[in-house]
Every structure is written in C-alpha cells, then in structure tokens.
C-alpha cells in the first residue's frame, strides 16, 4: 500500500510497532482479520506473522504466537551470547499474546499450522530452504513442463548440493518431453547417484517431499504463491501419488518403449491417445509439456502418417489403429488403414 512500507515498521517480530501490535493482537483474538485491516501494517506480513486464509483469501489469519516464538529463537539461539536481552523480550512478548487465544492444542505447538500459504517468490524460497536444512533422508519431486531451462535448475542448485552433501537420496519425476534438455542432463551428472530420475508422457503438477514431513505445491496458475503443507493424512495422500507415478514411470537411463507402428513417434502415440480423449490441442500440450505449435506439428504428422484427410477421420484412424489404448503387444502386427496400407514392423 503506498505510503506504508516497511520502511516506515523497522522492527523485528519481538518489538511490533503499536500499529502491528493491535492488528495482531485482534487476529489472535478472533482467529482472523480481513486483509484490509492489515493494509497499513505491512510488516504484520513480512515478518508472516500473518498469512493468507486458504478458504478465503481476502482474509487473514495469525500465526500461532507459540510458533511464532518457536521461529524467534531458533535464529536467536547462535547468537545468545550476544542477544540475552532480545530472547527475554521475545518470550516475554509472545506469551502475553498466548493469553489472549487462549491455551493453544498439545498437537499444534509441536505440528504448526497444518496448512500455510506463502505469498511471493521470497517466502517460497525461504520455506523450501528451511525445509532443505531440515531434511535428513529423502525428497521426491514432480517436475512438469518441458525441457528444464538452465536457470530453472540453477535456482535449486543450492539445495540440491546441500542434500547431497548429506546423503540424502531424491527421486525427480519429469514429463518425457525433458529427456532432450541438455541442462538436465548436466544436473543429474552433477548430482551422481544421489538423483534418481523417470518420466511419463504426463505428470501431476508440480510438488515437492521432504522426508514425508512436508510437502509444497502451488497455489496459483503463476506459482507466485504455493502452499506449505504438513497434515499427515494430506502427506500420506501426497506419497502414494508419487509412488504410484514412479512406479508407472521410466527411467531416464532407459529407452522408450517402442510404439510398433511404423512412422509414428511414442510422443504421437501420446498426442494420439489424448486426442481420442477429446482433448484440444492446447490442453494436449500442456499435458505433454510442449509447445502449441510442436503438438500441432506432431498432429500434422499423424494425419499425414495415417491417411486422415480431416480431424474428423483422424479420430477414426487412431481407433482403428490402436493408438486411442494400450501400446499393442511385440506379437500384434498393426494395420494402418490409408493409401496402400500397410503392416508396421
């Protein structure tokens, strides 16, 4: 809100300014406040001692102050020695607004919220670094999209080697269509046998898992906000997905299978099957993480491969081909209907 930024709140989380320390005590009270009550207090979000309500976004609710302490004094505890006073005035502070929401759940002071929302770049990337420094044993991720960019996989670099510096092991699961980014390729020679990669033609959308504790997904289409999730029964959700992909999935070492039907590609066969769906071709290449005019190209060649004049007779073909289900077996010669047809080897 213009004339109300940080700079007029120099403070830290255990010195509120007057302003902060009403809005905050009034969340605390009542649960939640609309978001326009904290407009004039921007500090109440950049220090997250507010955030968004993830049923309601024109809300927002307070962070528990136990948790809120618990954040306090984990960054003060290094430095001790140095800061006995400020720790005293945190606590101080944080179990006066204890009082006011009254005695917090046994589960929540050792949990924490369940389900946050952080909102903007710089939160996101603070909350996947703690939950790096945290980690212990193992991250899964689901990587969607296409070809990986260079600075995609620099951004996360930093963490990644952190990982690995600690041995933990991590499954990455991406779309076909990455096998042809060099830039991943790189990464994973980068990360030796601490990575282990497979994809699919198509996967959820993005996620990430660590040591089945937490898990971060996007909250919006842009990803400029995700959510942090640390339920068990959503975590354990979130796991069997993953495993049931993986499972589903090819290594990234091996080839991919074999479509058996002469001149068409595994990723038309792909495009073939969801075009059987009904699906149009931006959703096709959105699923498949290409581009627009790639799916369109592949489409093109289907037609061409198959004998089909229209869109129309396209869909036919793909049925009487076999493209609409399962890859035939090494034992089913296919029959491609059109102009002299033929018998795919």
């Known amino acids: 809100m213009a004339g109300h930024g940080t700079e007029e709140h120099p403070h830290g989380a255990d010195r509120l300014c007057e302003a902060g320390d009403r809005v905050y005590s009034r969340a605390v009270r009542r649960g939640r406040v609309p978001r326009r ?8 979000l950049e220090l997250a001692l507010l955030h968004p309500d993830p ?3 024109e809300w927002l609710v307070p962070t ?4 809120v302490m618990t954040r306090l004094l984990r960054g003060l505890y290094d430095e ?11 606590v101080a502070a944080f179990e006066w607004y204890a009082g006011l929401g009254g005695p917090a759940p046994a589960a929540a002071a050792g949990e924490g919220a369940a389900i946050r929302v952080l909102d903007g770049a710089s939160r996101i990337q603070a909350a996947l670094d703690q939950a790096t420094e945290a980690c212990r044993t193992e991250v899964l991720t689901v990587q969607p999209g296409g070809i990986r960019r260079e600075h995609e996989l620099s951004e996360g670099l930093h963490r990644a080697l952190a990982l690995r510096g600690r041995g933990v092991r991590m499954r990455d699961l991406y779309n076909h269509v990455a096998r042809h980014g ?3 390729l790189n990464y994973l020679e980068l990360m030796g046998d601490t990575v282990e990669a497979r994809t699919l033609d198509e996967v959820v959308d993005r996620l990430m898992l660590f040591d089945r504790t937490v898990a971060f997904i996007p909250a919006n289409a842009d990803r400029t906000m995700a959510l942090e999730l640390r339920h068990p029964a959503l975590i354990a959700y979130l796991v069997t997905v ?25 990723r038309e066969q792909s495009i073939a099957a969801l075009l059987a769906e009904g699906h149009q071709d931006a959703v096709i290449a959105e699923r498949l993480g290409i581009s627009v005019r790639t799916c369109r190209a ?17 869909g036919v073909r793909i049925a009487q081909v076999g493209l609409d289900g399962p890859v035939p077996g090494p034992a089913a010669p ?3 209907p059109g102009p002299g047809s033929r018998t795919a080897r």
């Open 242 to 266: 993953f495993e049931r992909l993986w499972r589903l999935a090819i290594p990234l070492t091996a080839p991919l299978p074999d479509t058996r039907i002469e001149g068409i590609s595994h």
């Open 55 to 57: 049923d309601d976004m």
């Open 37 to 44: 009550d904290a407009e004039p207090v921007p500090c109440l």
């Open 64 to 67: 528990s102050p136990q948790e």
């Open 80 to 90: 001790v020695s140095a800061s006995q006073r400020r720790m005293g005035s945190a």
């Open 182 to 184: 060099q830039g991943l």
């Open 298 to 314: 592949h489409i093109a060649r289907l037609s061409e491969t198959l004998g089909a004049a229209s869109r129309t007779q396209l």
């Open 334 to 336: 296919v029959i491609v």
